[in-house]
């Protein structure tokens, strides 16, 4: 009988060895791979195995190219360039009159009546021209309230401070050089028209 327990305690011993020879290696590859991912879950940010692309850095000599800039909105001289404005005009009389007026070549301001017109050097300023009047010197000025003129258009034909020149009217910036104003309303707008050469003056008979 103590011969067959001894057998059975030994084949048990057998038995659980092999268990063990085959179990432990198991549990000891899992207890690493568990370990490995848990160092990695607790590593910092900056540690982690694969990083986003760093964004290029321009080298030393190379210039940044600058960003697009909004154009600038245009002028109203861009604006009446290549068009001929007619308007209507009511003078110190209460009488109206027909006028137009076209950019000329030469930067020049071309002003008439039907067919007769006369070409002037003009300035602008803001939504304004300025001309100096060849007669008596004094600046004359169109002064509208917007840079795209449209027919309908209300405007006031400004007539400056006898004396004032016309450098001291563009620096002004209040209306203290104003002598007398003229309310006047464009009629249409159409392409500029050719100006037609216009006869000399001829002399009054003696």
Known sequence: MKKIIVICIVLFVVVIAGVAAVVLPIVARTKEAALKIAAEKNA?????TEKPPAA????????PEPSPTKTDS???????RGKRVHFE???PDK??????????EGDQLATGVGTRHQTITFHSKGYSLFIVAPSDGDTVELRFTKGKLSPGDPFQQVEHTHGVDLATVLASTDNS???????????KIEDAQPLE????EKNSPN
Not at 74 to 80: C, E, G, S
Not at 177 to 187: G, N, Q
């Open 44 to 48: 910092p940010m900056g540690e982690a």
């Open 177 to 187: 050089t104003d002598k007398h104003s003229d309310p006047a309303v464009i009629l």
């Open 197 to 200: 050469k216009q006869p000399a």
């Open 74 to 80: 245009p002028t109203l001289v861009d604006a009446i």
């Open 95 to 104: 009488k109206k009159y027909q006028v137009w007026f076209q950019i000329a």
């Open 89 to 91: 005009i009511s003078g």
């Open 56 to 63: 290029p850095i321009p080298a030393q000599n190379e210039i």
